[in-house]
């Protein structure tokens, strides 16, 4: 009777700790995501572009990292306010979602910049689907202003051999600030 009390008593206890740690890996995971895109954010940034860094050096992958601005955002805010600024921001995240098929990583990094980050695919792989997002988004039509079509600038770069993460990073930097 004395054994079966004590294991059930550590049956609850089991299933009690499972449970809480089920919670918290959740709680973990929802720290990842900003809330008003429902993409990943700043640091969940930091974490994908460390792991796709070590799995580049040890061969398995060759990333690529895009970064999008949405053009003349501000403007957006200034005229039509900063709700409309969030539906903007909402629809060209919906659509970074849809076209990443949940296999890449999206990240709104901060303002209007979007971040994509891609673990094997080649560089026209990653041009054509930008591309792709960039036409469904400037076909986009909100009620705050029909005949307004919006638009982004995006800097790509593939992790090459003589990078850091920094330098990885500022490359796709560069380029988008070169396309604007």
């Not at 949940?102 to 689907?129: I, M, Q, S």
Request: proline letters at 2%; glycine letters at 4%.
């Amino acid at each position: 009777i004395v054994c079966s009390v004590l294991a059930k008593s550590q049956e609850i206890q089991f299933q009690y700790i499972y449970s809480n740690y089920k919670k918290q890996k959740i709680l973990i995971e929802e720290l990842k995501i900003e809330p008003m895109t429902q993409l990943y954010n700043k640091a969940a940034l930091d974490g994908c572009m460390n792991a796709y860094l070590k799995k580049f050096i040890a061969g398995i992958y060759k990333p690529t990292v895009v970064i999008m601005d949405i053009d003349h955002f501000k403007n957006v805010n200034d005229t039509y306010g900063h709700a409309a600024g969030d539906e903007v921001l909402i629809a060209l995240a919906g659509i970074i979602k849809n076209k990443m098929d949940g296999r890449r990583h999206a990240f709104r990094f901060g303002g209007e910049e979007f971040v994509l980050a891609f673990e094997t695919e080649d560089l026209e792989f990653v041009k054509k689907r930008v591309q792709e997002i960039k036409e469904e988004f400037c076909s986009a039509s909100f009620a705050f202003a029909p005949e307004k079509k919006f638009s982004f600038s995006a800097g790509i770069s593939v992790l090459k051999a003589d990078m850091d993460k920094v330098q990885w990073f500022n490359a796709a930097d560069s380029a988008l600030y070169k396309a604007k």
